[in-house]
């Protein structure tokens, strides 16, 4: 998992970490001696320059970061996420000094504090604000093919484990087989699930779910949606009137990872249109890249709650920030 990217970024490190420029460590009447004696600049520093640590400079940076622009890019590293680097990277490192043998570990730690500050986004899981309400109504977005019924079947397999009772709501009332594919998972889990036919108004399906889970002291509801492309402009509307009949207490976008830079996007777009409380990575496991997960979330500042690693219920993770940064960065 994220080979490709931990490659880079470790190309990264090592050449940015070559760029320091010595500092030599002078007196001021060494200085005054040397100006107009003829001696090169070579040889003053062999005779008086003993070198005293080293420093980056803004060209370093800049210099570095055009480099390597290209191949951060093929990680998936969206371009103002090398940008947003490029800026941080000046005000951790340049002026201050860095001996050769730390340049390093300086340069890493520099990486990790900024990739750390992008992902790092706090929330509040499923698990916690279904203590506090009940409903908790979940809605899931997102494209077709994304993984979207099968991480809803994931999250209501995780809540039935803690002990949490779940009710499924089949609102996506346009491709056909969805409610059809929604049952198959509710059949497996043993959680009803509340669907009209097809060509019906999704926003009364979830409407009716939460009535039936007021009804029968459900705590959560998870309410699928049709898969839609964010450029068409009648399923986004259809999405909005969802999210204004129901008000779901969260918005959850899931977003294929290999979908490459797209995922920025899909991201900022559904974020813009309907807003989205947090997202789900699929298809993790297979995922060399990773530079994806980092750029969804500086495109939209909220938290990758989960990622996908697998077909199975339980190939499902909790996405921890500090972990992935050090498995990013692992020497």
Do not use: W
């Amino acid at each position: 998992m994220f080979g490709f990217l931990k490659k880079k970024l470790k190309k990264s490190v090592d050449a940015l970490a070559e760029r320091t420029q010595p500092v030599h460590a002078e007196s001021a009447a060494q200085q005054k001696e040397e100006a107009g004696s003829g001696v090169t600049e070579e040889r003053r520093k062999g005779l008086f320059g003993k070198i005293k640590h080293k420093e980056f400079s803004e060209k370093d940076i800049d210099e570095f970061l055009s480099s390597v622009e290209i191949e951060l890019m093929q990680a998936n590293l969206a371009l103002e996420v090398i940008d947003y680097l490029r800026e941080g990277l000046k005000k951790e490192l340049v002026g201050k000094p860095v001996s050769r043998k730390e340049s390093k570990a300086v340069v890493r730690k520099a990486f990790g504090k900024l990739i750390l500050s992008i992902v790092d986004i706090k929330y509040r899981s499923i698990d916690e604000l279904a203590e506090e309400k009940k409903p908790l109504t979940v809605l899931f977005l997102g494209f077709n093919g994304s993984g979207k019924t099968t991480t809803i079947a994931k999250i209501a397999d995780r809540l039935q484990k803690s002990g949490k009772s779940v009710v499924f709501a089949a609102a996506d009332t346009f491709r056909a087989a969805s409610i059809e594919q929604l049952e198959v998972h509710g059949k497996r889990l043993g959680i009803r699930v509340i669907k009209h036919r097809y060509g019906a108004d999704p926003a009364a399906v979830v409407f009716d779910a939460r009535k039936h889970a007021q009804s029968k002291g459900i705590d959560v509801v998870l309410a699928d949606s049709a898969g839609r492309m964010h450029t068409n402009a009648n399923l986004m509307d259809e999405l909005k009137k969802i999210v204004r009949v129901n008000s779901p207490d969260l918005k959850i976008l899931v977003v294929d990872s290999l979908t490459g830079n797209d995922v920025v996007s899909q991201a900022r777009s559904f974020s813009e249109e309907v807003g989205i409380d947090g997202l789900v990575l699929t298809k993790m496991d297979v995922n060399e890249k990773g530079g994806s997960l980092i750029s969804a979330c500086h495109a939209t500042g909220k938290p990758v709650m989960f990622m996908g690693t697998g077909q199975e219920y339980s190939d499902l993770e909790p996405f921890e920030p500090q972990k992935f940064v050090e498995i990013l960065l692992k020497e």
